[in-house]
């Protein structure tokens, strides 16, 4: 599958779960708040700021910022469904339109670009966060989060407790995460949550992630069958009865000038 093929295939789930979207976003929209308070604790250059948001989702990081920080707003998401529901959840006012967020069609220069939960979906994170980068003004504030190596760690060692391999990416260590920073950007803090990613038991997981539209597997990764499954479900249970939890890391580094 090439890189154009899996992104589309990333966006149509996220477009086909935009109704159920809220429903099961409870740890995204907690990631979306912590990050939200990390960026008002720092200062924004820009009388008024431009903003841009990489992967608004259904809104939970534009609801928790904007109104906060008053600006001309660039509202992004890969699905148009998303952006469509953003736009009827959030405040008019802001420019609302559908993008991918690793190669940005935008010139900038923004003040300040922040994304929740989206980088991860990127093929080349470095790229992707050097491109962001070279938007920003000198002085600009890059905010983000993003998945750590600790992501759904129970449902790993669920299959690999029955002999398996999830058909999920090996998400980076924080370091790794770091290292991806250009050299254009200095760090400011990095913050870390775990998160539950479900509240019910080991089969609600998947209904999650279906109703998020996060169930991409992996490219290389093959489907389960039934009977996999079902040993891999009785796994989780048996080893991990807290159930999986988001491993979020919240990136924030400015521009140098």
Same mark, same amino acid.
């Given at each position: 599958?090439?890189?154009?093929?899996?992104?589309?295939?990333?966006?149509?789930?996220?477009?086909?779960?935009?109704?159920?979207?809220?429903?099961?976003?409870?740890?995204?929209?907690?990631?979306?708040?912590?990050?939200?308070?990390?960026?008002?604790?720092?200062?924004?250059?820009?009388?008024?700021?431009?903003?841009?948001?990489?992967?608004?989702?259904?809104?939970? +990081?534009? *609801? %928790? !910022?904007?109104?906060?920080?008053?600006? @001309?707003?660039?509202? /992004?998401?890969?699905?148009?469904?998303?952006? =469509?529901?953003?736009?009827?959840?959030?405040?008019?006012?802001?420019?609302?339109?559908?993008?991918?967020?690793?190669?940005?069609?935008?010139?900038?220069?923004?003040?300040?670009?922040?994304?929740?939960?989206?980088?991860?979906?990127?093929?080349?994170?470095?790229?992707?966060?050097?491109?962001?980068?070279?938007?920003?003004?000198?002085?600009?504030?890059?905010?983000?989060?993003?998945?750590?190596?600790?992501?759904?760690?129970?449902?790993?060692?669920?299959?690999?407790?029955?002999?398996?391999?999830?058909?999920?990416?090996?998400?980076?260590?924080?370091?790794?995460?770091?290292?991806? +920073?250009? *050299? %254009? !950007?200095?760090?400011?803090?990095?913050? @870390?949550?775990?998160? /539950?990613?479900?509240?019910?038991?080991?089969? =609600?997981?998947?209904?999650?992630?279906?109703?998020?539209?996060?169930?991409?597997?992996?490219?290389?990764?093959?489907?389960?069958?039934?009977?996999?499954?079902?040993?891999?479900?009785?796994?989780?249970?048996?080893?991990?009865?807290?159930?999986?939890?988001?491993?979020?890391?919240?990136?924030l580094a400015r521009r140098r000038v």
């Open positions: 599958m090439s890189e154009n093929e899996r992104k589309t295939r990333i966006a149509r789930r996220f477009a086909a779960a935009a109704a159920t979207y809220d429903v099961a976003s409870q740890a995204q929209q907690q990631a979306a708040q912590r990050l939200a308070e990390l960026v008002m604790r720092l200062p924004v250059t820009g009388r008024p700021p431009r903003i841009l948001e990489i992967g608004c989702g259904s809104g939970h +990081l534009t *609801e %928790a !910022l904007r109104p906060h920080l008053p600006g @001309e707003w660039f509202v /992004s998401d890969i699905a148009p469904a998303m952006v =469509d529901r953003c736009r009827r959840r959030c405040a008019p006012g802001a420019h609302y339109f559908v993008m991918d967020g690793e190669v940005p069609s935008l010139t900038g220069p923004f003040d300040l670009i922040v994304s929740n939960l989206a980088a991860q979906w990127f093929v080349d994170l470095p790229g992707g966060l050097a491109g962001l980068a070279e938007l920003l003004t000198p002085g600009g504030l890059l905010a983000l989060s993003t998945l750590g190596e600790h992501n759904f760690a129970a449902w790993r060692a669920a299959h690999e407790a029955v002999e398996l391999s999830a058909a999920m990416v090996a998400y980076p260590a924080t370091a790794a995460l770091l290292a991806a +920073l250009p *050299e %254009a !950007l200095a760090l400011e803090q990095v913050a @870390e949550q775990h998160l /539950s990613a479900h509240r019910g038991g080991p089969l =609600d997981f998947l209904h999650s992630l279906r109703a998020l539209g996060a169930d991409t597997p992996a490219p290389t990764s093959r489907p389960l069958t039934a009977g996999q499954l079902r040993r891999v479900l009785r796994s989780l249970a048996r080893h991990a009865p807290q159930g999986v939890h988001y491993h979020v890391v919240h990136l």
